[in-house]
């Protein structure tokens, strides 16, 4: 495969200004260092960009210059999902922002993720310090919304909480539309702080 053969199927394969990890470049014939060659002869003709070490992106020109990838794109690739499978979630105050039981603002991005080995780690992305926490639990595209929200019980501390925050959490539990054998068949695998925090907050009942 040549090098303008290689740039066209990432085209493809992942289109412009989204996340390609160098570690899941699988061609047949072509081996890791010789991929990485070739990843940086394309980078020196402009054909690619290096975001940070074993990510790139193709640029694409805008009306405002050469596109940037961003952060988010990158960890949430890494972390998050590849849009095809889940194998993380926000956690932590990153997702209590998010669904506006708190107003405490994370300067860290906190995640938990299949795709980390340590219990605990903070990485920079970019300009980014993201908290990434493995997974205690396999996470899967059937289970991932029942394990963030296990997640979120086991870390909230319900006497901090308003009642206007109470109310939000309740709301986020029956958007989820959480069913629950779910909820139960893995409430076991986490604190017993999580099933009382279920219980006492009241969203038990916001699940189908």
Do not use: C, H, W
Not at 21 to 33: G, Q, S
């Amino acid at each position: 495969m040549t090098d303008m053969e290689l740039i066209q199927e990432l085209e493809k394969t992942y289109g412009y200004n989204e996340p390609i990890l160098l570690n899941e470049i699988n061609i047949a014939d072509m081996n890791e260092v010789y991929i990485r060659q070739v990843f940086t002869r394309l980078v020196n003709r402009g054909k690619l960009k290096r975001f940070g070490q074993g990510v790139y992106y193709i640029p694409k020109m805008t009306p405002l210059g050469m596109s940037k990838l961003s952060a988010k794109k990158v960890y949430e690739k890494k972390y998050i999902s590849d849009k095809r499978n889940a194998y993380g979630f926000y956690a932590g105050l990153t997702l209590e922002n998010a669904i506006g039981i708190t107003t405490q603002v994370p300067n860290i991005v906190e995640i938990v993720t299949n795709n980390e080995g340590s219990r605990l780690r903070e990485v920079m992305i970019g300009n980014q310090k993201v908290r990434v926490r493995k997974s205690s639990v396999k996470i899967t595209e059937q289970n991932v919304r029942v394990l963030q929200f296990l997640d979120l019980m086991n870390r909230i501390n319900l006497k901090d909480m308003s009642e206007e925050s109470k109310d939000k959490l309740k709301s986020f539990v029956s958007e989820q539309k959480l069913k629950r054998e779910e909820v139960f068949q893995y409430i076991r695998k986490f604190p017993a702080r999580t099933a009382k925090n279920v219980i006492e907050s009241g969203v038990i009942n916001e699940l189908t």
